[in-house]
């Protein structure tokens, strides 16, 4: 693995994550998105995580300045591109935005570079044909607060190379990941294999009207003292990533996860509630009802 040039296409909670991570490890790193608004969002989201390592991992100030100086911004995809060794997409989870990502990205990306979708719950083969290069494609896909939960599952699909297979791998552990192999494509890897029911069961108890989010929350947590119910899990994962899984099961032809759809996007996303990002989704930030002293006694 001789990766030393990383770009990241998509600034969002977990690209901007992705991104930092990466740096932190000594890696020099693009950050790719769409426009100069998107870009500066990826900017603050960044800035923001500095303290988180400075509290978690004892980052010195000097450690998490440097990191942050060996990021660079663009809206320019070939240039964002020029000497990538490995492109990390973290786009929205949406068929049509990723493919139409990567035809284009397979025009100007050099010959060298590997392409990795950080897609939750989509398939790389589904994007192999599109990216002109699929030996040199498959999935990598991070938890959020990627600095404690340093899980880095790695999908190939058929027509991956066993080298870049190999050469991903160690990649991800050369940026402080466990690296968790996967053989065979898998609809939502490991994590969101065990995951994602869990995530839309909750929430489907919340759009038929059977409880509250808080409700089930408490109800999680205090029957199995788990830290997190599924609703302040999905504050961290974004609303918006909750909205474009759901949206797409709607759209082939689920109509209850229509319906959640709509539901998060009237009382949620329209609302500018966007999870912990925006300071407020299921809950306020920086301090939710959950971590309150008297949320499981009342």
């Known amino acids: ?31 790719y998105d769409v426009s100069v608004d998107a870009v500066d969002k990826a900017k603050q989201r960044i800035e923001r995580l500095k303290p988180n390592y400075v509290r978690d991992l004892q980052a010195t100030r000097d450690q998490v300045d440097a990191a942050e100086a060996r990021i660079r911004y663009f809206t ?16 929205p ?3 049509d935005i990723k ?5 284009k990205l397979g025009q100007v990306a050099p010959p060298k570079t590997i392409f990795a979708t950080n897609s939750s719950t989509l398939l790389p083969s589904q994007f192999a044909d599109a990216t002109g290069r699929p030996e040199k494609f498959l999935a990598l896909h991070f938890a959020n607060q990627i600095w404690l939960h340093n899980t880095a599952e790695i999908m190939k699909h058929p027509r991956t190379d066993e080298a870049v297979f190999q050469a991903v791998i160690d990649f991800a552990r050369a940026i402080g990941m466990v690296p968790l192999p996967l053989h065979k494509e898998q609809p939502g890897y490991i994590l969101n294999s065990l995951l994602v029911p869990f995530l839309e ?18 109800t ?3 029957a199995t003292g788990a830290p997190e119910g599924p609703f302040a899990i999905l504050d961290t994962v974004g609303i918006r990533t909750a909205y474009h899984i759901a949206h797409a099961k709607g759209q082939a032809g689920n109509p209850e996860f229509e319906k959640l759809a709509a539901r998060l996007k009237s009382d949620l996303i329209d609302q500018g509630k966007l999870g912990k990002e925006s300071g407020e989704g299921f809950y306020r930030y920086p301090n939710p009802a959950y971590t309150q002293p008297d949320f499981l006694r009342s």
């Open 1 to 31: 693995m001789n990766f030393r040039h990383v770009t990241v296409a998509g600034g969002g909670v977990l690209g901007s994550q992705i991104a930092y991570q990466t740096a932190f490890k000594g890696f020099d790193v693009h950050v």
């Open 76 to 91: 320019d995809l070939a240039e964002a591109v020029a000497d990538a060794d490995l492109v990390i997409e973290a786009i």
């Open 93 to 95: 989870e949406v068929v």
């Open 99 to 103: 493919m139409d990502f990567y035809k």
């Open 201 to 218: 069961a909750a929430q489907m108890l919340w759009v038929n009207d059977i409880a509250d989010p808080q409700t089930i929350d408490k």
């Open 220 to 222: 999680w947590m205090i």
